[in-house]
T-cell receptor
């Protein structure tokens, strides 16, 4: 158990809908990262927050948005869902920033499996 | 062409073998190179990272970076069945617009 929790575990929804994925980082971790993993695209970094502020942005679509709240939990909002958004969404947390971006040891949650029908 | 290329495998080896996993990349701005291990139905875990060119060793694992060839490798010595997993390379830039790109992963199976 990494100490990172993600809810829900599974989510099934229809095209055009909007969903919110939630992540609680390990106690004391200030950084939260979001990833999307699909069979055709592999693992893709979406976005990172550090202590409430956006730190780095990856291949996050404009239909997706995220935020980190004062209690450090984070939410990833996916809207106008398409079939291609079906994937496993991981949240990870780390203590800080590391020697360089992304080199800090990240602890991954169990993921939320999103199915868009 | 993808910025990071990784042979998807699967790669099957007998227990005790030396395993070589590789990635190539095209963006010379990448400076940090990481290797992750992902067990089935789990999130990835960082094995090690290397800065620029050179080698780094951690137990049975050795990471090598050859920036001149844009080629990175992970060697696993004395492979064990518990090493059976998908191994992903990743790399990041350190200035300007941050890029953090993963390879597609290589599935490794170590046979007892």
């Amino acid at each position: 158990d990494s100490g990172v929790t993600q809810t829900p575990k599974h989510l099934i929804t229809a095209t055009g809908q909007r969903v919110t994925l939630r992540c609680s980082p390990r106690s004391g971790d200030l950084s939260v990262y979001w990833y999307q993993q699909s069979l055709d695209q592999g693992l893709q970094f979406l976005i990172q927050y550090y202590n409430g502020e956006e730190r780095a942005k990856g291949n996050i679509l404009e239909r997706f948005s995220a935020q980190q709240f004062p209690d450090l939990h984070s939410e990833l909002n996916l809207s106008s869902l398409e079939l291609g958004d079906s994937a496993l969404y991981f949240c990870a947390s780390s203590g800080g920033w590391g020697a360089a971006p992304f080199t800090d040891t990240q602890y991954f949650g169990p993921g939320t499996r999103l199915t868009v029908l | 062409q993808k910025e990071v290329e990784q042979d998807p495998g699967p790669l099957s080896v007998p227990e005790g073998a030396i395993v070589s996993l590789n990635c190539t990349y095209s963006n010379s701005a990448f400076q940090y190179f990481m290797w992750y291990r992902q067990y089935s139905r789990k999130g990835p875990e960082l094995l090690m990272y290397t800065y620029s060119s050179g080698n780094k060793e951690d137990g049975r694992f050795t990471a090598q970076v050859d920036k001149s060839s844009k080629y990175i490798s992970l060697f696993i010595r004395d492979s064990q069945p518990s090493d059976s997993a998908t191994y992903l390379c990743a790399m990041t830039t350190t200035s300007g617009t941050y890029k953090y790109i993963f390879g597609t992963g290589t599935r490794l199976k170590v046979l007892a």
